[in-house]
């Protein structure tokens, strides 16, 4: 029982967060609630629209795979775990913010899989 890794796939699903994940981060404070939003508020809207942003990615990271969909998008999601990770040792975020993050990413990782197989099995 072997699967076929699509490396552009994953790597484009990556890059795809990494943007969501730059162009959100601002908006999260300047342009919907103004720069006093800090702290409890800050991290919760912080999570929900970097967990859309993982969404879309991984819907777009099953997307572009040609095969072995599912696979791919736990490799999408393995990666961005990692990063979460090495992540907690440069940026200083509360411990619940960190493993709310992590559950978040693993839902939004197979719901954006799960969204791309309902299109893919309607089309």
Known sequence: ???KIHAKAVVIGVVAGFALGFLVGPLETLFLFGPALSGTPLHMVS???GSFAMLLAAYLTARI?????FANVMI???INE???FLSLFVLTFPFWYSIVGA???FVASLVGWYLEKLTRDTI
């Open 65 to 69: 795979s040609p095969t072995d969909k």
């Open 82 to 84: 990692l990063l979460g």
């Open 103 to 105: 559950v978040s990413i």
């Open 1 to 3: 029982m072997g699967f």
């Open 47 to 49: 999570l929900v629209l």
């Open 76 to 78: 999408f999601w393995a």
